[in-house]
């Protein structure tokens, strides 16, 4: 169990830039989830895959993000045209299918900071 | 809707002091209960969890027991550490193929020497 890994660390971009963060689930995980978090909250929900499949989307989840997770392994949240109200932690989380006494293992995340 | 209500913080003690921190949640069905804790720069990990009313989940000197009457999961320790001091996150999860979790807004422990 390498634990579930996130790229960048950090990402410092200036408003109105694309961005794309990746994240590694552990390996046997079918389930991927993308979070949200900003200072003094907790992870709001953005989007979860099972496999290769989008199986639901937060309302938080503008139209410019776009996660995508081809092969089933990976997983990439893009944000285009960054706004400053993009600044926030972005967590990916994984678990194994199963039941609803599952956890998650999150990644450290990424930290996004719009100039 | 489900959610989850979580004492606010910041909780400031002196070393080897009890702590309770209060979690109480609404849910549409029969959850399963996390606590989670936060260091700073970190992810989320996974403290201690609880699946069915009466159980009760401990870790590291950590409890915290469902109580399904009273909706709540309230997380104590008996003695706690300056390695303590981190965000602990409240959190449910409910049946329905997705599992995703809702979360409280996190309570910070700040332990003293």
Not at chain 1, 60 to 78: I, Q
Not at chain 1, 96 to 106: I, N
Not at chain 2, 3 to 18: C, I, K
Request: glycine share 10%.
């Amino acid at each position: 169990d390498t634990g579930v890994s996130q790229n960048p660390r950090h990402k410092i971009t200036k408003r109105g830039q694309n961005v794309t963060f990746r994240c590694d689930p552990i390996s046997e995980h079918n389930r991927l989830y993308w979070y949200r978090q900003t200072l003094g909250q907790g992870p709001e929900f953005l989007t979860y895959f099972q496999n290769e499949a989008q199986l639901e989307k937060s309302r938080l989840l503008s139209d410019r993000f776009s996660a995508e997770r081809p092969k089933g392994s990976f997983s990439t949240l893009e944000i285009q045209r960054t706004e400053q109200g993009d600044s926030a932690m972005y967590l990916c989380a994984s678990s194994p299918t199963g039941d609803v006494g599952q956890p998650q293992h999150f990644g450290d995340g990424t930290r996004l900071s719009i100039l | 809707g489900n959610s989850v209500t979580q004492m606010e913080g910041p909780v400031t003690l002196s070393e080897e002091a009890f702590l309770t921190i209060n979690c109480t949640y609404t849910a549409t069905g029969y959850p399963s209960l996390f606590w989670y804790v936060q260091y700073p720069g970190e992810g989320l990990q996974l403290l201690l969890k609880a699946t069915k009313a009466d159980d009760k989940g401990s870790n590291k000197g950590f409890e915290a027991t469902y109580r399904k009457e009273t909706t709540s999961f309230h997380l104590e320790k008996g003695s706690v550490q300056v390695s303590d001091s981190a965000v602990y996150f409240c959190a449910q999860q409910v049946s329905g193929g997705s599992y995703i979790p809702t979360f409280g807004r996190g309570t910070s422990l700040i332990v003293h020497p």
